[in-house]
């Protein structure tokens, strides 16, 4: 049974710092999702990596994956409060094709402080 | 395109009472699933898609039915409805492999 798990589950941070943002999984694959969700509301897609060595930036994160080590992060530069979210790490063990069958993390609540 | 829609956001159910959350997408995507979110547990795989007429179960399966008539929709019942089964549910779709999935808004379900 695949296994993913995020660390931290809590973030609280300063603007202006640096952190990284850390989903290990349990069995092979070579394509790993990064999704924000804000309170109440629905998930946000951030990063498709889809193989080893994959390196996604968006404004202040970015994404890598390691398939060897199973382990992806994100890495958050120079926060700013509308960072603020929960962010989740989803490994996609799809047999067909179009991400039906996703595994969670358990989120990382970052919380972005003046 | 209104994408993912999910229908009702918010419903209050009596333990024993059945019920079905719809779902639909306007983008022909192929593939389709039910998660559920609970607080501290990420989101769990129900039931998914691959097609109309293809259904299969996920890692929380039980106390759900679904099927797959249209490309379109892709409706969750609760057969039963228990208080473990309050949850939010969110839908989602993809077209192809190597892609991120669409999720809906969600539906939030109190079982009382």
């Known amino acids: 049974e695949l296994k993913v798990e995020q660390n931290p589950l809590f973030l609280s941070m300063q603007e202006g710092k640096n952190y990284t943002i850390y989903c290990n999984y349990s069995t092979t694959s070579d394509r790993l999702y990064w999704y924000r969700q804000d309170p109440g509301k629905s998930l946000e897609s951030l990063f498709v990596l889809l193989s080893n060595g994959a390196v996604k930036q968006e404004g202040r994160l970015m994404a890598s994956l390691d398939t060897k080590a199973r382990l992806s992060t994100l890495h958050i530069t120079a926060a700013v409060h509308d960072l603020s979210a929960t962010y989740f790490c989803a490994v996609d063990m799809s047999s067909k094709g179009g991400s039906e069958k996703l595994v969670f993390g358990k989120g990382t609540k970052l919380t972005v402080n003046p | 395109n209104a994408g993912v829609t999910q229908t009702p956001k918010f419903q209050v159910l009596k333990t024993g009472q059945s019920m079905t959350l719809q779902c639909a997408q306007d983008m022909n995507h192929e593939y389709m699933s039910w998660y559920r979110q609970d607080p501290g547990m990420g989101l769990r795989l129900i039931h998914y898609s691959v097609g109309a007429g293809i259904t299969d179960q996920g890692e929380v399966p039980n106390g759900y039915n679904v099927s797959r008539s249209t490309t379109e929709d892709f409706p969750l019942r609760l057969l039963s409805a228990a208080p473990s089964q309050t949850s939010v549910y969110f839908c989602?779709?993809?077209?192809?492999?190597?892609?991120?999935?669409?999720f809906g808004q969600g539906t939030r379900l109190t079982v009382v």
């Open positions: 989602a779709s993809g077209y192809r492999l190597d892609t991120e999935a669409f």
